[in-house]
């Protein structure tokens, strides 16, 4: 089953729906559930009872929307199970803020048609800002039209990233980057959430996101937000067309080839090192 876009227009307001529901009970739950009711699913990764409610929430809602498809989603809630159209779910993108109290949380859900994200959409929970797009359809901030920002010079940009949870080689090499990024831009910023990075890309605050060790569905969404408002997303090695979100490079389009120039550089400086 292939949807038309009059399709995905009717699947994207009843999935909004069903996301600023999960939203709201976060939100609601913000400043009350904390660091000691979570779980550790490993080293520095949590998980509350917060994430998996809003997920069995997201999957009773976006699964009456399209009872055919499947789910991928971060807390396993549900069958995983991936067919032609799947719905890949983040239910609380930035767990550890929420825990601590930083109200950058976000909640993030992407429909893809085998391969290919055909709708996506973030919710800035504590902001009350829903990003959404559809394939070839524009990308959107509460039903405004958004696009990416226009700064064409590096030193004039602002850079975000994150961190991995487990430290390999790479942490290394991306610290070098974030000290020629902090050095050599406006800035550095850590947000704690990947689907709100890639908002801010969309939207015009940052200008380039780049970050490894990432998930499907941290970044399915986001990827195409940023296509949408006129961005660029590939991963390290510069594949425009990637779209597994395990890692990525996100910009405004005109800063990629500098952006991604600069990480491949300190990438092969710590491959050497390693070697």
Avoid at 24 to 40: K, N, T
Avoid at 256 to 275: N, P
Wanted: glycine share 8%.
């Amino acid at each position: 089953m292939s949807l038309s876009k009059e399709q995905l227009h009717e699947v994207l307001k009843s999935a909004i729906n069903a996301v600023q529901q999960a939203g709201d009970y976060i939100h609601s739950q913000f400043g009350v559930i904390s660091i000691l009711h979570a779980d550790e699913k490993s080293l520095n990764s949590l998980v509350s009872i917060v994430d998996k409610t809003a997920e069995e929430m997201l999957v009773k809602g976006l699964g009456a929307i399209l009872p055919e498809a499947g789910f991928i989603t971060e807390e396993s809630t549900t069958l995983q199970e991936r067919k032609n159209l799947s719905w890949i779910i983040d239910p609380l993108d930035g767990t550890t803020n929420f825990l601590f109290g930083v109200p950058v949380i976000s909640v993030s859900v992407a429909l893809k048609e085998g391969e290919e994200t055909v709708l996506g959409i973030v919710l800035d929970i504590t902001r009350g800002q829903m990003f959404s797009a559809i394939k070839d359809g524009g990308a959107f901030n509460n039903n405004v039209p958004i696009h990416v920002s226009q700064r064409k010079i590096l030193s004039d940009a602002l850079i975000a990233t994150g961190f991995p949870y487990h430290a390999d080689y790479r942490l290394e090499g991306q610290l070098k980057m974030v000290d020629y990024f902090v050095r050599n831009t406006r800035g550095v910023r850590r947000l704690g959430s990947a689907a709100l990075d890639l908002a801010y890309v969309a939207c015009g605050i940052f200008d380039v996101y780049f970050e490894y060790h990432l998930n499907e569905w941290d970044t399915a969404a986001g990827m195409l937000l940023v296509r949408e408002a006129g961005g660029k997303c590939s991963n390290m090695e510069g594949n425009l067309t990637y779209e597994e979100g395990r890692e990525v490079v996100a910009s405004n389009g005109y800063l990629h080839e500098t952006a991604l120039s600069t990480i491949q550089s300190m990438q092969s400086q710590i491959s050497l090192s390693v070697d």
